[in-house]
T-cell receptor
Framework: DAGVTQSPTHLIKTRGQQVTLRCSPKSGHDTVSWYQQALGQGPQFIFQYYEEEERQRGNFPDRFSGHQFPNYSSELNVNALLLGDSALYLCASSLRGPSNYGYTFGSGTRLTVV | LAKTTQPVSMDSYEGQEVNITCSHNNIATNDYITWYQQFPSQGPRFIIQ???TKVTNEVASLFIPADRKSSTLSLPRVSLSDTAVYYCLVASYGKLTFGQGTILTVHP
């Protein structure tokens, strides 16, 4: 049973560049959420996608955008990268939209902006 | 959104029971209390979830008093592999709000 798969595992980008991170949800899940985790901090909610639409959004600027595909996989795009965007980006999948339970997290993509 | 407060760190020894308490004074009626465990460079892993009273599964117990303003995660007989960060969350309609968590260190 495949869990949540994220790619790439590590990435180094230059300030001002753009990056795309990818997530395949756990088998049977149809909802994907993205989180940013800075070193030594808890994960912070970016947004959630369900039925190919952004359903909820945290306090992140418009430089952060996403997409969900018909197969439920998702992408996180970050434009005009800043040094402060360096973090572990986590994808979590769940079932049937906003809920209070059943989240499975991937191991994340470590993004370093230099 | 309800905020949670939990100790920054705790130390224990192998074989002991560990209790981590979390306060969530502004919890709403529809909120559930959820605990996650996270190892370095991995995503959080679900441990247990509850709404009120006591919940037990194969790895932990969760105690929630009647006023629901706090909760206690109990880990029986911890081992070295339980060294991790433990997060208490109040889950509100899909937006999980993580605090800084409790760093639990288990010593031999």
């Amino acid at each position: 049973d495949a869990g949540v798969t994220q790619s790439p595992t590590h990435l180094i980008k230059t300030r001002g560049q753009q990056v795309t991170l990818r997530c395949s949800p756990k088998s049977g899940h149809d909802t994907v959420s993205w989180y940013q985790q800075a070193l030594g901090q808890g994960p912070q909610f970016i947004f959630q996608y369900y039925e190919e639409e952004e359903r909820q959004r945290g306090n992140f600027p418009d430089r952060f955008s996403g997409h969900q595909f018909p197969n439920y996989s998702s992408e996180l795009n970050v434009n005009a990268l800043l040094l402060g965007d360096s973090a572990l980006y986590l994808c979590a999948s769940s079932l049937r939209g906003p809920s209070n339970y059943g989240y499975t997290f991937g191991s994340g993509t470590r993004l370093t902006v230099v | 959104l309800a905020k949670t407060t939990q100790p920054v760190s705790m130390d224990s020894y192998e074989g002991q029971e560990v209790n981590i308490t979390c306060s969530h004074n502004n919890i709403a009626t529809n909120d559930y209390i959820t605990w996650y465990q996270q190892f370095p460079s991995q995503g959080p892993r679900f441990i247990i979830q509850g709404y009120k009273t006591k919940v037990t599964n194969e790895v932990a117990s969760l105690f929630i008093p009647a006023d629901r303003k706090s909760s206690t995660l109990s880990l029986p007989r911890v081992s070295l592999s339980d060294t991790a960060v433990y997060y208490c969350l109040v889950a509100s309609y899909g937006k999980l709000t993580f605090g800084q968590g409790t760093i639990l260190t288990v010593h031999p």
